[in-house]
């Protein structure tokens, strides 16, 4: 039903900047999708990132990116973003996009409702060394 191909992650020194991509295909109209990022490391349970809202473009952080990373979407291109940067050593995990269907326009309500349901990308690793 939906398609998240995420693409730019790689190896970057700490304090350098890194900008993922989500490419989305879905038969339904990409803005209707509430998007977000999402991350782990190996042992660990996926934690959220970021949420942004269906068409508002409304934001919502983790606490552990807030001012480092931000996420935005384009949704004439099907594409979610997520720039990175003061990359630190222990922001190296697998990040992966998610998309839900649910039109929400509050960022922060994405963030919580992606947490639950949504489709998810294959994830690309970020390495961040010091």
């Known amino acids: 039903q939906v398609q998240l191909v995420e693409s730019g992650g790689g190896s970057v020194q700490a304090g350098g900047s890194l900008r993922l991509s989500c490419a989305v295909t879905?038969?339904?109209?990409?803005?209707?999708?509430?998007m977000g990022w999402f991350r782990q490391a190996p042992r660990n349970e996926r934690e959220g990132v970021a949420g942004i809202g269906s068409s508002t473009g409304s934001t919502y952080y983790a606490d552990s990116v807030k001012g480092r990373f931000t996420i935005s979407r384009d949704n004439a291109k099907n594409t979610l973003y997520l720039q990175m940067n003061s990359l630190k050593a222990e922001d190296t995990v697998m990040y992966y996009c998610?998309?839900?269907?649910?039109?929400?326009?509050?960022?922060?309500?994405?963030?919580?409702?992606?947490?639950?349901?949504?489709?998810w990308g294959q994830g690309t690793q970020v390495t961040v060394s010091s």
């Open positions: 879905s038969r339904y109209t990409y803005s209707r999708y509430c």
């Open positions: 998610k998309a839900d269907p649910g039109s929400y326009a509050s960022g922060a309500y994405c963030y919580t409702s992606l947490a639950k349901y949504g489709f």
